[in-house]
């Protein structure tokens, strides 16, 4: 399975940005489906996750209630909609599924 994200960019702090994740295949068999983010000099760390079956989330304590998971199975496109960012939501933004990667999009907060 490939995997493409976009829209990421520069945002001001208390703004909002939409992250799509394409993926080539649909995701209905996949047992979950992840966002993650790598800030400069820090491990990857897990942000959302959806199971396939789109009836459970987790949110990382940082983001829940900002951030949110959705999916459309019709577009197999996964979605993360950030609102309120924050200077420390500065970040290469990833999706994942098993062991697949996208190649990133990178999200700044900074006014």
């Known amino acids: 399975i490939q995997l493409t994200e976009s829209g990421g960019g520069l945002v001001q702090p208390g703004g909002s940005l939409l992250l799509p994740c394409a993926t080539s295949?649909?995701?209905?068999?996949?047992?979950?489906i992840g966002w993650f983010r790598q800030a400069p000099g820090k491990e990857r760390e897990g942000m959302a996750c959806?199971?396939?079956?789109?009836?459970?989330?987790y949110y990382e304590p940082s983001v829940k209630g900002r951030f949110t998971m959705t999916r459309d199975t019709a577009e197999n496109t996964v979605y993360l909609q950030m609102n309120n960012l924050k200077p420390e939501d500065t970040a290469v933004y990833y999706c994942?599924?098993?062991?697949?990667w996208g190649q990133g999009t990178q999200v700044t907060v900074s006014s």
């Open positions: 994942n599924i098993g062991d697949a």
């Open positions: 295949e649909t995701t209905s068999h996949w047992y979950s």
């Open positions: 959806m199971k396939s079956s789109g009836d459970e989330l």
